[in-house]
Structures are given as C-alpha cells and as structure tokens.
C-alpha cells in the first residue's frame, strides 16, 4: 500500500522534508518544481508511513486504500509520472540554517498583506530569528486568497489557513487589520518602527480584454465575481445579471473553472459551504443553464490543471462539452503529445479533454462548455451585455513557443453575462517602486530595487508582488524562503538600520490614526462569531460580508 497526493495538492513541499524515504517528487531543488501542476509520491518506494499525510496543509494525501471514487485516478496519475521521471535519490539530511547572532538583539519586521505570501514570509521569519512582526491589511480579515479567493466547494484547500493560526498565537506577531499602507500609515513610518519591510500584498486587479463593447454592463472580471460569492467586504454589493441561460467566461484558468462551478453547481451544495449568503441568495434564482470557457489557445496548452479538469467530471447533474472538431491538433502540438517524455500532466489534459468530447449529453443537465482557440473580438449590445463576438485562432511556432493568431473566421454567441478571466496584475504601493509593464515591484531574490536598480535597504517583495500571478498556494512558501533568507543576511551582515521606535509606539501611532483597528482579539472574535453561526447552519461558517458587521463583530 502507498499514499497518494490528489487533487487539492498545493505544492508547498512541506512534505518533501517529512518523507524518510524521499518518495516525493519534484522537489524545491529541481527545475521541474518550478511548473509542476502538482507533486507525485511513487508507489514503488513509498513506505505506508503517513508522515506526509501530518505534514500536507491541505490534507491533498490519502491512503491508495481510501481513495473516493472521484480521487482514485490519483493513484495512477501518480506512477505516471515516475514513468516520466524514474526516481534517484540524492537525498541530504535538512540542514537547519543558523539564526542570527544574539548580540543584534530582535529583528523587527512589518509584513503588508495577509495572504499565503505574508503567512509564508511570517512562519519563515519564526523559525529562522528572535523576531517581532507587524502583519498588516486593508480588511478586517486575514488569508488574503484563502478566504477571499479559494472557491467555496473546496473546503480542503482552505484548511492551509489552520496553519498559520496555530503558528502565529504567540504574541510574537502582531495583527493590524483594516488598516491601509498609504493611508493610515506611510512606507517611511514602517521603515522608522522596523528593520525592514516585506511588501506581500498580492495581485489586485484584473487584465483587460482591449476589446470594443467591454464596458458595458453585464460584463465584468472573474476577480470581482469571485470575491462576490466569497464575501469580500469591498464586493459585497456588486451586482450580476444571472437572468440569461449563458454565461461566459474568456480565459481558461482555474479560476475560470471556479466560476463555471459555481454557476452550475446546485445551490443546495453550495449552501453545505462558506459562500456568501448574497450569493447563495442570487444563484437560487439563476437561469444560467450553460457556461461557456472560452481559450485562445489549443487544449495541451489551456491554463487550468489536469486535477481542476479532471473534477469536473464527477459534478453531479453536470455536463462537460468538449466539440470534437476542437481536439485537432496541429503538427507541433501533435509532435508534443507523441513524445514519449512528456510530461503525464499534459498528456492527461488532452486525455481528458477526448472523453468530455465522447461523454454524456443530457438535456436535463447544465453544460460547461470548453471551446479552444477562441478570442473575443467584441462585446455587443445596447445597454446591456447581448452576445460576444469572437475570432477562431491558429497556432504558429515562434522561437519555440506555441502562439496564437487570428484568423478570419469568426462567430457570434448569446450571452447575458460575460467574465473576463485571463490573468491578475498587481497594484503600486505608495512611495514603493513598481514595473507598471510587468505588475510587480522590482527585485532581486526579493530585495525590492530602486530607480538605479540597486536593493532598497529595508524593503523586500514576496508572493505574486514579486514574481507576477502565477502559482498556486503552496508556491509562495518557496518563494517566501527565498526573501526571508536574503532579509535575514542583511541584517546579519549590519546592511538594516536599527528601528527608531518600538513596537508600542507603533500601536500607539495607529491607534491615534485607526480607531476601527483590528488585533487578534478583534479577529478571533470574527472568526468565533461566523463559526458559531456556521455550526447552526450546518456549515464551516457564515461569513460578515460588510465592513459594518466584520468590524461589530471584532468589538464582541
């Protein structure tokens, strides 16, 4: 018997460390691990121990024994790879990285952000140094995309979150939510309380499509859609036209199969989970009857993962359509899928993608629809959103990479709803330097550079502000290790200015500038008050929507 990772597998390697027998591939170390979908444990060497099962945040691991009818593809999805990659191991012993000298006193670090790339950077710094942390967001919660990201129907994924809260009781780190950097309190004063800084505050906004009619109402980002029926406080109100019986989504990322989901799946499924009670509301009277997902490229190079594609085949009272005409390849994909190395991830989307198109069809079920190499060209309507108008595309071998041009066959589809999915992009950050072309704050292995392209002293970058919006969850552990090492050398080595005030000056400070300031009492009254809440329902919980209530809450 061996242990399996599935689906919800968020490749933060936590139990790559854990595994006596190093089974688990691919590992931080090697080139794979930075575009692997997921990792893999070979059955061959597996040792039936269950230290991974302790060690996985997201509890992804399962017994090959108690695999459920819709994971236990997992078991040879598993080998496949091994197949690919045969297993050598070179396994080291975990070195544990000196901590700084105690003659340098405590290290004081401020985190903006409070989603997995700042939980990451903040467990990092615990383990490695004497430290004291100042986590701060702009909303009344914590976890950032675990809580405002994370689809409803996939609790598991979630239960990351379970992590940090135990790893950050200790008063060692400090919350100061719903307080904004730029507004409350400055960059410079952050520099003035601390020794240096760690921006991880993620990618806020959407990509645009550029394309005519993409404004009109009944169009909008997947972004705003999704922290809707997640309760995100600043989405809350937002409204969406479900009237129609087609939805479309341009972009093919998980994300987008999130959405087509959650606008087929049955609403007395969803109200088993912590959706937003508005939106649970407004799916009951949906019409939507068809999702369409629309990518502009061919199916061995959509944007979602095997695993998300492979769920959707155990939705209940759900079609999945794949047209046949679609999986023609041309000579360079084919020529990929033929190669014997390739990777079994990519041969099982396309796997995938032939038994939707020879599946079921029933009229009585909602359909989501894939359809490949498709890219808007226009949005239509009067005052409202009425169809969109989109190019067939052909794909062409340029330096080695697969693109995707127009061509002059085009085609018209009816839609009433129409959400944009095709990528996330960050925000500047008052008085921070920011790459308006890439998204991101300039840096180097996290060290935030300035105008000359030298580091910052005391400024650093994790998460998707660093490297752009890709990657899952578990990714930013990785990258999180990456910045706190640089940190704590620079402080090691005498290169960060000593604080110019404590800690207690700083809540003083904003206490005087944020009088509706959330600690961790104050959210851990939130938390307790939408668990009770849940457990009365029969959910996980019932969530505070609006700042009003997030913010009556955390006064108890």
């Known amino acids: 018997m061996a242990y399996v990772i599935t689906q919800r597998c968020c490749n933060d390697a936590s139990c790559v460390s854990e595994c006596p027998v190093d089974c688990i591939r691919p590992t931080p170390d090697q080139p794979e691990f930075a575009t692997t979908e997921m990792l893999y444990i070979d059955p061959d060497t597996c040792i039936d ?3 991974c099962v302790d060690a996985c945040p997201v509890e992804a691991i399962f017994s090959e024994d108690d695999l459920t ?6 078991r040879e999805i598993n080998a496949a790879y091994f197949e690919r990659h045969p297993l050598e191991s ?37 383990r490695r140094a004497d430290v004291e942390i100042e986590m701060f967001d702009r909303v009344p919660t914590p976890w950032g995309l675990v809580r405002a990201g994370v689809a409803p129907d996939h609790p598991g994924t979630k239960t990351v979150s379970s992590l940090f809260e135990s790893a950050f009781r200790r008063e060692t780190l400090q919350y100061y939510l719903n307080v904004e950097v730029g507004t409350h309190i400055s960059h410079e004063e952050l520099l003035r309380h601390h020794h240096a800084v760690i921006y991880a505050v993620g990618a806020s906004t959407d990509r645009k499509l550029g394309v005519p009619g993409e404004d009109l109402p009944g169009s909008h980002s997947a972004t705003e859609f999704v922290a809707w029926y997640n309760g995100h406080p600043d989405f809350a109100d937002r409204q969406f036209d479900l009237s129609g019986e087609r939805a479309v989504i341009v972009g093919n990322g998980n994300v987008a199969l999130d959405v087509a989901r959650v606008l087929t799946v049955d609403p007395d499924e969803l109200a088993k989970t912590d959706i937003a009670d508005h939106a649970l509301d407004a799916l009951r009277r949906s019409n939507i009857r068809e999702v369409v997902v629309l990518g502009r490229r061919g199916p061995l190079q959509a944007a979602y993962t095997s695993s998300e594609f492979l769920a959707l085949a155990h939705l209940q009272g759900i079609d999945v359509i794949v047209d046949e005409s679609d999986l023609a390849l041309d000579h360079a994909s084919q020529a990929l899928l033929d190669d014997p190395q390739v990777e079994p991830s990519l041969k099982l989307k396309y796997t995938l993608a032939e038994e939707y198109a020879g599946g079921r069809r029933d009229p009585s079920h909602k359909r989501i629809v894939f359809r490949y190499l ?17 190019a067939h595309n052909e794909l062409f071998e340029e330096n080695g990479q697969l693109l995707a041009r127009q061509t002059e066959r085009t085609e018209r589809m009816d839609a009433s709803l129409v959400l944009r999915s095709i990528g996330y992009r960050g925000a500047a950050v008052a008085d921070v330097p920011f790459d308006e ?20 002293s005391g400024v650093y970058a994790s998460g998707w502000i660093k490297r752009g919006a890709r990657g899952v969850i578990g990714s930013n552990r990785i990258d999180a290790e990456e910045t706190v090492e640089n940190l704590i050398s620079d402080f090691t080595s005498g290169k960060l200015a000593a604080p110019e005030a404590d800690r207690a000056a700083l809540k003083a400070l904003l206490g005087q500038r944020q009088s ?30 609006t700042r009003e209530d997030l913010l009556k809450a955390a006064r108890g």
């Not at 009818?69 to 997992?74: F, G, K, N």
């Not at 498709?374 to 989109?390: N, R």
Request: hydrophobic fraction near 40%; proline fraction near 9%; charge should be neutral.
């Open 374 to 390: 498709a890219s808007p060209t226009a949005l239509v309507g009067t005052e409202h959103v009425e169809a969109i108008e989109f």
């Open 49 to 51: 121990c269950g230290a």
């Open 90 to 126: 070179n396994f080291d012993p975990i070195v544990t990285p000196p901590r700084p000298p105690k003659e340098l006193g405590t290290l004081r670090v401020a985190i903006v952000g409070a989603g997995p790339a700042a939980c990451y950077a903040a467990d990092e710094l615990l």
């Open 69 to 74: 009818a819709s994971l236990a593809r997992y």
């Open 437 to 456: 072309r890439r998204g991101v704050m300039p840096n180097e292995h996290g060290r935030v550079l300035g105008t000359d392209g030298t580091p910052l």
């Open 516 to 545: 509706d300031l959330v600690d961790r009492e104050g959210w851990r009254a939130i938390d307790q008050a939408e668990r009770a809440a849940g457990k009365s329902a029969g959910r996980p919980r019932v969530k505070f929507t």
